[in-house]
């Protein structure tokens, strides 16, 4: 049983002792076990979720949006004002802003910031997501020199 430690929302799991005990026999006579398994299914992208959404959304200022990335970029969102936020550490990443796009890398992924804007149906102004960083003294590279 454990307790997220990020807010008050506690998630529990039981395991079947039985079927862990089965897998870990079946994992030392060589046979390819996967021992996620012994969660339920919705247990681990549950957890994950809800902690992200937490995290995001007390960092978010009125009225702006974001978007949860998925797969190789999990744990990372995208804001409608332009900013990228790591969920799981509550932090902000840097972007690269040039006079004609904005992109950051999450890993080994690059993310061009007016195709993710278009598949959320946010207004893209390469100007205006560079006035709010100034704005707010969000730090960002521009043409290679840091700001902030």
Not at 25 to 39: A, P, R, S
Not at 115 to 128: P, R, Y
């Amino acid at each position: 049983m454990g307790k997220s430690h990020y807010d008050s929302k506690m998630f529990y799991t039981y395991l079947d002792g039985d079927k862990a005990w089965l897998l870990i026999e079946q994992k030392t006579m060589g046979h390819n076990v996967d021992f996620d398994t012994l969660y339920p299914e919705h247990f681990i992208t549950e957890v994950t979720s809800v902690v992200n959404e937490e995290k995001v959304q007390s960092m978010l200022l009125p009225d702006e949006q974001y978007s949860l990335f998925g797969g190789n970029c999990d744990n990372y969102a995208i804001t409608s004002l332009g900013r990228i936020f790591n969920a799981k550490y509550a932090t902000q990443s840097k972007v690269y802003i040039a006079k004609d796009k904005i992109t950051t890398n999450i890993r080994t992924t690059k993310i061009y910031f007016a195709a993710e804007f278009m598949k959320h149906g946010w207004s893209f102004d390469i100007d205006t997501i560079k006035h709010n960083y100034d704005k707010h003294k969000w730090a960002y590279h521009y043409k290679g020199v840091n700001h902030n």
